[in-house]
């Protein structure tokens, strides 16, 4: 297997480096969108003059580094996106990484969870790692070290992810019972025509007819769902590596994280988007 090959060999084990290019296509495919729907919702008037999220910024960077914030916070917006979409078209690939990656950043100072911040800088690292991202939209498939290491490195924190995520759930006996899940489907049935916006909640009619009612045998299906992610999240890293099992391990990949992402789409489009693109990394 080409992954425990590298790590014997020092990552000296020549590697596809168009696997590495493709996941360039896709991170900058998936911050393009993610920096575009940044400006709806409120997005460009973040930092109006009197607004809470102002006063919560000079509250929490004090008044200065709040004004700064304020001040390039816009043109942030603007350069950002148009160096995601200039990455993913692969044009000055390393600046634009480094533009990405610093406008990705900026939120952290100013989202509440934002996980999927640390995950797009994770990823993103990996693709400085590489030597070799590949130039306009073109891929090369001559076998090279130059991003080995990186290809690595992005197979391991995905694993990670997964790893991580399927303990976290192992351990909380609300999502092992399926009441999380029952309780979620249930509330946002109820309140899904009261939210703000539009495009925050996706989960099919049928779903929520069928299983949103919080009844013993809702609870009983949500539990076989709870055991099915928690067993594909263990499953799939191990599966992606094993040619024989890929395409079936990505065929599952894709189908979980479509069904994770319709019960929060815009905040799921990220973590999604992004995991399901590391999938490219794990082949030789």
């Known amino acids: 297997m080409w992954f425990f090959d590298a790590l014997a060999s020092g990552f000296q084990h020549p590697t596809d480096p168009g696997q590495l290019q493709w996941f360039r296509i896709i991170f900058g495919t998936v911050c393009t969108l993610r920096f575009a729907l940044a400006f709806g919702q409120g997005g460009w008037d973040r930092f109006a003059p009197g607004s809470l999220s102002a006063h919560l910024a000079e509250q929490r960077l004090g008044p200065a580094r709040a004004h700064l914030l304020i001040t390039v916070y816009r043109p942030a917006l603007i350069v950002r996106t148009a160096a995601a979409l200039v990455l993913a078209v692969g044009l000055g690939t390393r600046l634009a990484l480094l533009l990405v990656l610093a406008g990705a950043a900026m939120e952290l100072l100013y989202l509440k969870s934002p996980n999927a911040v640390r995950y797009t800088l994770l990823t993103g690292a990996c693709l400085l790692a590489a030597g070799d991202l590949g130039h306009g939209l073109r891929i090369e498939h001559s076998p090279s070290t130059a991003n080995t290491w990186a290809q690595c490195l992005l197979v391991l924190i995905t694993t990670d992810i997964y790893w991580n995520s399927a303990w976290q759930k192992i351990r909380s006996r609300q999502f092992r019972t399926g009441l999380y899940l029952a309780q979620w489907i249930h509330v946002y049935t109820q309140v899904k025509d009261q939210l703000p916006y539009r495009r925050q909640y996706a989960v099919p009619g049928f779903v929520r007819r069928h299983t949103g009612n919080l009844t013993a045998r809702d609870i ?62 794990f082949a030789a």
């Open 220 to 281: 009983i299906l949500w539990r076989l769902v709870a055991a099915a992610v928690i067993t594909a999240e263990i499953a799939l890293p191990p599966a992606l590596l094993i040619p024989q099992t890929t395409p079936y391990a990505v065929a599952a990949g894709i189908g979980m994280h479509t069904a994770f992402t319709c019960l929060k789409p815009r905040q799921l489009l990220t973590f999604s988007g992004l995991t399901v693109g590391t999938y490219v990394a």
